[in-house]
Nanobody, 126 residues
Framework: QVQLVESGGGLVQAGGSLRLSCAAS????????MGWFRQAPGKEREFVAA????????YYADSVKGRFTISRDNAKNTVYLQMNSLKSEDTAVYYC???????????????????WGQGTQVTVSS
């Protein structure tokens, strides 16, 4: 079992930056594919970014490519999402998620992520 706790959300002006963190419990974090998703009011939860267990492969939604960077520190059991050039449409609750399948390659398939955090609110004012 893995517990995920997000932090770093808040209110920021358009064009600003935020860095989200997701701290994981458990000794097997370094073997999990990790992802970030977000959910805006009245919308479905959508994929943002994913990173391989070793951190060498990343994958982004087109809407955030070039603005967001996902990274991880396995020694700290933490995955990050650096968000730059924020837009009002980035406003959402952001969730981190873990896929425990050792054969998984980075992907956006929400239903294949096994563990989820409680989410952190990001609000971008225009």
């Amino acid at each position: 079992q893995v517990q995920l706790v997000e932090s770093g959300g808040g209110l920021v002006q358009a064009g600003g930056s935020l860095r989200l963190s997701c701290a994981a419990s458990g000794r097997t974090f370094s073997s999990y594919l990790m992802g970030w998703f977000r959910q805006a009011p009245g919308k479905e939860r959508e994929f943002v970014a994913a990173i391989s267990w070793g951190g060498d492969i990343t994958y982004y939604a087109d809407s955030v490519k070039g603005r967001f960077t996902i990274s991880r520190d396995n020694a700290k059991n933490t995955v990050y999402l650096q968000m730059n050039s924020l837009k009002s449409e980035d406003t959402a609750v952001y969730y981190c998620a873990a896929d425990r399948d050792p054969t998984s390659v980075v992907h956006s398939r929400r239903r294949e992520y096994d563990y989820w955090g409680q989410g952190t609110q990001v609000t971008v004012s225009s």
